[in-house]
């Protein structure tokens, strides 16, 4: 009898710009972003946010040795986390990191660019893992593991970012985050990753209210979200990259609003395991 490979997702930081810390934040939590996809064995993990700290510990503990790191984009909150990384100081890791959202230099030089004083004290030199960085352009279709195929796509967003649809087993998860949209504009790119889609995360900083003050900052809203889960028939969308500002009791209210016009819709929490 045949088993179906594991293919969960874990949020390890769904809070979008900055780190949050007060009561009011707790069930929702507070990391930026950090997304861990299991292929079955196979780990690969989405931005290195806050959250990314604690999901390294737990890797190692795990017994993990190879991992994938991709990058949406590397705005200070996808990447702050980087260096506070742990597998990257163990000698037995192998990492590949991967980005395709700029068009001016590559992986390495934003790693590099990133690490360097007077911002940071210690450069990618003091890493021990195998770290080996890989340079795509938006729309190539990548395979990093067995059984593993993932198709990329440019979002809208200020500097580039790349959305990601991952198949794998006969499932789709995307990941969608940071992009910006147009209203009553459906993107055709993001269409296409989130098409039929099992589960996609979105970025739901805003609401449609709030969109109109805010529509230069690059990010969307959670009834846009719902839309495109709607159109593209998705299953389950979940909503992240929540504002800084976002509070439990606000994010409650938008799970239930969301709920109500489409029952696959949720907001992300901090550590919280979706098995696809």
Known sequence: MSVTPRFDVKIWGARGSLPVASPCFAEFGSN?????????????????????GMAGKALLEQGARHLNLFFS??????????????????????????????????????????????????????FRAKVTMRDFVPGAVLMPGDGVVMHTARLDHPGGAVGYRIEFGGRVVAMVFDT???????DPGVLDLIRGADLFLY????????????AHFGHSTWQHGVRLAQA?????????????????DELTRIEQDAQALF???????????ISV
């Open 32 to 52: 930026t972003v950090c997304i861990e996809v299991r292929c079955g064995d196979q780990v690969l993990l989405f931005d290195a946010g806050s959250g990314i």
């Open 73 to 126: 984009h590397c705005h200070y909150d996808h990447i702050l986390g980087l260096p506070f990384f742990i597998p990257f100081f163990m000698p037995d890791m192998v990492i590949d990191i991967w980005s395709g959202h700029q068009s001016d230099a590559t992986t390495a030089t934003m790693i590099s660019d990133f690490m360097a004083r007077p911002f940071f004290p210690v450069g990618p030199e003091v």
């Open 180 to 186: 910006c949209h147009t209203p009553d504009v459906l």
């Open 203 to 214: 970025d739901a900083t805003f609401s449609d209210e709030e969109f109109k003050t805010f």
């Open 232 to 248: 593209a028939g998705a299953a389950r969308v979940g909503m992240i990259h929540h504002a800084t500002f976002r509070t439990d």
């Open 263 to 273: 029952p696959g819709a949720f907001c992300g929490r901090d550590f919280q395991v």
